[in-house]
């Protein structure tokens, strides 16, 4: 395999120069951008691996570009950046297809670490004929292919996140058990959120969106309150 190739988007100069050193240290070949629009055309021309993207640039906001990229099928991993120590922000990241986030300030180490476990994560994924039938979970009308990382709901294919894949198959290993957000987030964000469960309230809203009739009225994915969710048959 060759050397990954991570673009780096951010309009701050110093900020641009800092991870491209630490990245090319750490081993990496780095791409860089300053504002939307040429971030997109990088990724569409020069098909980087990785994207670390801030949120606010100029001509087009680091939103619109992950929005974008998702709606184009492109499944690049996507870190974003934010000034913002907004969570409202971090969330809509997350729900427009990131993978993760840091807030600025940062230091390059946790960068260089969360690009990682972000790899990964991805690396899991193979590249294989579906899984045979012993190693599908069944829940009533919808089957978990775990080493496809593929869903199926009555024979039609769910198109999951892969956050949204491995909290689903985290709560599918556990059926009919209550499991905390914390333990949530140990499991599937495998650092420190910083008690910032919100994150996976939004995750299992997804879901609900994407595999219940009707989501306020959940079938599978039940919420037990004051501790966090288990998932019935």
């Known amino acids: 395999m060759g050397m990954t190739k991570i673009l780096v988007v951010d309009d701050e100069v110093s900020i641009v120069k800092l991870l491209r050193f630490n990245l090319e240290k750490a081993g990496f070949q780095v791409l860089t951008a300053f504002d939307g629009k040429q971030a997109l055309e990088m990724v569409r021309r020069e098909r980087p691996d990785f994207l670390i993207l801030d949120v606010m640039l100029p001509k087009m906001d680091g939103m619109d570009v992950c929005k974008t990229l998702r709606q184009e099928k492109n499944n690049i991993p996507i870190l974003m950046l934010t000034a913002k120590d907004d969570e409202l922000d971090k969330i809509l990241g997350l729900e427009i297809g990131a993978d993760d986030y840091l807030t600025?300030?940062?230091?390059?180490?946790?960068?260089?670490?969360?690009v990682k476990a972000i790899q990964r994560r991805y690396q899991m994924i193979p590249q294989q004929a579906k899984a045979p039938e012993e190693n599908v979970i069944i829940l009533g009308d919808i089957r978990i292919y775990p080493q496809n990382y593929e869903v199926y709901r009555n024979d039609r294919k769910v198109e999951l996140t892969l956050k949204e894949f491995e909290l689903l198959h985290c709560l599918a290993t556990h059926q009919g058990r209550v499991l905390t957000r914390d333990q949530l987030l140990?499991?599937?964000?495998?650092?420190?959120?910083?008690?910032?469960?919100?994150?996976?309230?939004?995750?299992?809203?997804?879901?609900?969106?994407?595999?219940?009739?009707?989501?306020?009225?959940?079938?599978?994915?039940?919420?037990?309150?004051?501790?966090?969710?288990?998932?019935?048959?």
């Not at 940062?106 to 670490?113: G, Q, T, W, Y």
């Open 186 to 233: 140990n499991a599937v964000w495998n650092y420190d959120f910083i008690g910032d469960t919100r994150i996976v309230d939004v995750h299992v809203s997804h879901l609900r969106e994407k595999l219940e009739d009707d989501a306020k009225n959940p079938r599978y994915i039940k919420t037990v309150r004051g501790l966090g969710y288990k998932l019935e048959g």
């Open 104 to 114: 600025k300030p940062f230091s390059p180490r946790e960068v260089i670490a969360r």
